[in-house]
């Protein structure tokens, strides 16, 4: 019997191993020992490096995890992580991951729409999470208007460490203050000046990467391909980056902002119908955002029904705004009593925390980041070029009334302004001049799960012909795995990359893919969206 036993097993045992080496020969523990090893570059403190069996793992792990439907065992989680407090400990980092066949994911922030940056889909490859999120400094240099910002700070703190040094200089970027500078650059990265200004990336003037071979490079020794692919490209296919230096823009010391909500009951359609093509050429001054949510109503017969709230910021005076939106857009019935004057860092706060608490914040709540809630949620994105009939908006409050108030927020973002003055190979983003306002969607992930993702893909296909087509465009920082993935290891295929590649950048995808050829032939960094290299003149 005990032969038997032994008889059968070993070879099952042998061919598991043997299957196991065949796939992956990544060495977590050899990771571990390399990166705390005194011979190495920077040596790292072992209570800086935890493995899954470390008390702080967990705590570490989910701390920046800002989207909770990530927190499932269908997601691989990182076979080490490391929290660097020293810009040459990221290359002791890549240097050991490279020795012992680790891939690498990066986070900042944490906010990624796919959750990327800290799990991965590829079951079988172990990684290591490189967590930036004790390199966070801020230095702002109000004379020279610049700021330098290392990785791991959140706009929070970007915006707080600013407003210390100046009540009329900003750095135009996004809402939401515990989203990180790095990511939302990495992207593009908009937000409430992106009409005066442009986009986060359109003011960063310089940056510095540690690349495959372990170097720290800054723009000069990157060069400007490596440069532009970094500002919206999607950092994490081409390095990793220590920090950015930011051109400040400036504000005036007092703005205007308002909050006006309309529901289908009170005219919404025939607001929002006109807005489509009004919003994107008034003055680069205005920014209004419109989010539109399923809510509930007693007094209507379905018990629900749709609400847009029309979120505003004005780089001037109330009085100034209200003559100009009561002659451009009569419709909104805009009166005195909606329109508040606020400081600089007022405004921010509130539009950073989306109109939320606007009574009991203080600017050092920017710097706080427990003190937004994270919400589990699935997301995608979409940009109209030509406006969407009065039709075709009833069919999307329709599809909207389906699911449960609460439940769903699609955000209509006005485009226009600075954002169209910019060439589109300017930078990755692409989607500049001709678009009228980019559609964010998204669905609470609760309850019937499958469900959700159901609706959410039956809510893209609603939109299909009234947005941008050939390629159907989307928002690279808005990640959606549902537009495709590469392979866990081996060669990508150009053809499949394209997919989501042409999705995101347009034919920006074939200068990414040349510039990823030269930083990164050997796909070191690499995810479930990187861009693949391919040398100059292979077969594009
Ligand atoms: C609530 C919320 C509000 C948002 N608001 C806006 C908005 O107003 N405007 C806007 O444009 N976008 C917005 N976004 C989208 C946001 O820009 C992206 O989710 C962005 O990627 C988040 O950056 P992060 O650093 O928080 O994310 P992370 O998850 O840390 O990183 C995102 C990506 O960047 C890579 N990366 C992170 N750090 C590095 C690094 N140091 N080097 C190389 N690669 C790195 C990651 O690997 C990953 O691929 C919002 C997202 C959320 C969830
Ligand atoms: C993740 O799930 C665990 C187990 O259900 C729970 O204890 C933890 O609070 C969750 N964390 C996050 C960030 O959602
Ligand atoms: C809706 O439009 C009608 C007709 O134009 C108007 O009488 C009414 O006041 C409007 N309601 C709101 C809430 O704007």
């Not at 069996?53 to 570490?60: G, K, L």
């Not at 329709?398 to 485009?415: D, G, Q, S």
Request: glycine residues 6%.
């Amino acid at each position: 019997m005990k032969n038997f036993t032994s008889s059968i097993l070993f070879p099952i045992s042998l061919l598991f191993l043997l299957s196991f080496s065949y796939v992956n020969s990544a060495n977590p523990s050899g990771f571990i020992k390399c990166v705390t090893r005194n011979s190495q570059v920077s040596k790292i403190l072992a209570s800086n490096v935890l493995a899954p069996s470390d008390s702080s793992y967990t705590a570490t792990y989910e701390f920046s995890m800002r989207n909770p439907r990530f927190n499932t065992s269908e997601r691989l989680k990182p076979a080490v992580i490391v929290t660097p407090v020293a810009d040459s400990q990221v290359q002791t980092v890549v240097n050991c991951a490279k020795t012992f066949d680790m891939q690498i994911r990066i986070r900042s922030g944490g906010h990624d729409f796919e959750g990327l940056s800290y799990s991965s889909t590829y079951q079988n490859v172990p990684f290591v999470l490189l967590d930036m999120i004790k390199l966070k400094s801020v230095t702002v240099d109000a004379k020279a208007k610049t700021a330098i910002v290392q990785a791991g700070a959140t706009l929070g703190e970007v915006y707080y460490w600013i407003y210390r040094a100046s009540g009329t200089l900003a750095f135009p970027a996004g809402v939401w203050s515990t989203v990180g500078a790095t990511g939302l650059i990495c992207g593009g990265g908009y937000g409430p000046l992106r009409r005066k200004y442009g986009l986060a990336a359109d003011n960063v003037i310089d940056a510095r990467l540690v690349d495959a071979k372990g170097r720290i490079l800054d723009r000069q020794a990157m060069g400007e391909d490596v440069f532009w692919a970094l500002r919206g490209g999607g950092c994490a296919s081409f390095g990793i980056v220590l920090s950015w230096t930011l051109n400040l823009v400036d504000v005036p010391e007092k703005v205007t902002t308002f909050l006006i909500q309309r529901t289908l009951e009170q005219n919404a359609t025939k607001i929002i119908h006109p807005f489509q093509t009004i919003a994107p050429k008034l003055p680069k001054e205005v920014d209004i955002r419109v989010r539109i949510s399923t809510i509930e109503s007693p007094t209507t017969a379905r018990g629900k029904t749709v609400e847009l709230s029309f979120t505003g910021l004005y780089l001037g005076a109330p009085d100034v705004l209200l003559k100009l939106i009561q002659k451009k857009l009569p419709q909104l019935i805009m009166v005195k009593e909606d329109l508040k004057e606020h400081t600089w860092i007022e405004a921010v706060m509130e539009s950073s925390f989306f109109n939320m608490f606007e009574d009991t914040y203080s600017p050092e709540d920017l710097l706080d980041r427990t003190f937004l809630f994270d919400l589990p949620t699935k997301a995608k994105s979409d940009f109209v070029r030509d406006p969407i009939s009065e039709e075709g908006l009833e069919g999307l409050w329709e599809k909207l009334l389906e699911v449960n108030p609460a439940e769903t927020t699609i955000i209509f973002t006005p485009y226009g302004g600075r954002l169209s003055e910019i060439k589109e190979s300017a930078l990755p983003f692409p989607n500049r001049a001709g678009t009228l306002y980019m559609v964010y969607t998204r669905v609470l992930w609760v309850g019937d799960t499958t469900k959700k993702l159901e609706w959410i893909r039956s809510l893209y296909s609603y939109l299909t012909p009234y947005v941008s087509n050939n390629p159907r465009r989307a928002y690279s920082n808005y990640d959606d795995i549902d537009l495709g993935i590469n392979p866990a290891t081996g060669p990508i295929t150009l053809a499949d990359a394209k997919v989501w590649g042409k999705a995101y950048y347009k034919s920006n995808f074939d200068r990414l893919v040349r510039v990823k050829g030269m930083i990164d032939p050997d796909n070191f960094f690499r995810h479930e969206q990187s861009i693949p290299p391919f040398l100059p003149k292979a077969d594009m």
